[in-house]
């Protein structure tokens, strides 16, 4: 079975939080990890994996923090997958590296699950931060109904 690594999967629901807010909105780690759920250090270490790649641009400081380096419908999946995994393939030939496999140049399939991986990254590459974030989710009723006493308007 082929699977993404939990990483990869926790990196793309990060993005999509930046997705759902407005362009140039930024978050820090400790407030990001708490919206979606994640362990602090688990999200810490997928967003600075996510701004070295280039897709976060990151602030330091009291007001710093995280925000997408790019618009939403900018960022594809495999560039994601690529940051947080590495080149995507099927096998590791067929995602470049031949190191590792004994039999590489005597492969009778080697083509066929390079044309595989292909197909699996021009997919990734054509799905978009945007398309997968959609609409920002409303909270529960209950959330709402705090937050509109707070404001005054319930």
């Given at each position: 079975m082929f699977r993404m690594t939990r990483q990869a999967d926790y990196g793309i629901v990060l993005l999509a939080c930046f997705a759902q807010r407005e362009e140039g909105d930024s978050l820090n780690a400790r407030d990001l990890a708490a919206e979606v759920h994640l362990p602090v250090p688990m999200a810490s270490k997928i967003l600075k994996a996510l701004a070295r790649a280039g897709l976060l641009a990151s602030q330091r400081g009291v007001n710093g923090g995280y925000r997408l380096a790019r618009r939403p419908d900018q960022i594809s999946l495999a560039e994601i997958i690529n940051a947080l995994e590495g080149?995507?393939?099927?096998?590791?030939?067929?995602?470049g590296d031949?190191?590792?496999?004994?039999?590489?140049?005597?492969?009778?399939?080697?083509g066929k699950w390079q044309s595989i991986s292909g197909a699996m990254r021009d997919a990734l590459g054509s799905i978009s931060l945007a398309s997968m974030a959609g609409p920002r989710p409303l909270p529960p009723a209950r959330e709402r109904g705090k937050r509109a006493?707070?404001?005054?308007?319930?």
């Open positions: 080149p995507i393939g099927i096998t590791d030939c067929s995602s031949h190191s590792s496999c004994n039999i590489a140049a005597l492969c009778a399939v080697r006493r707070k404001e005054g308007t319930s």
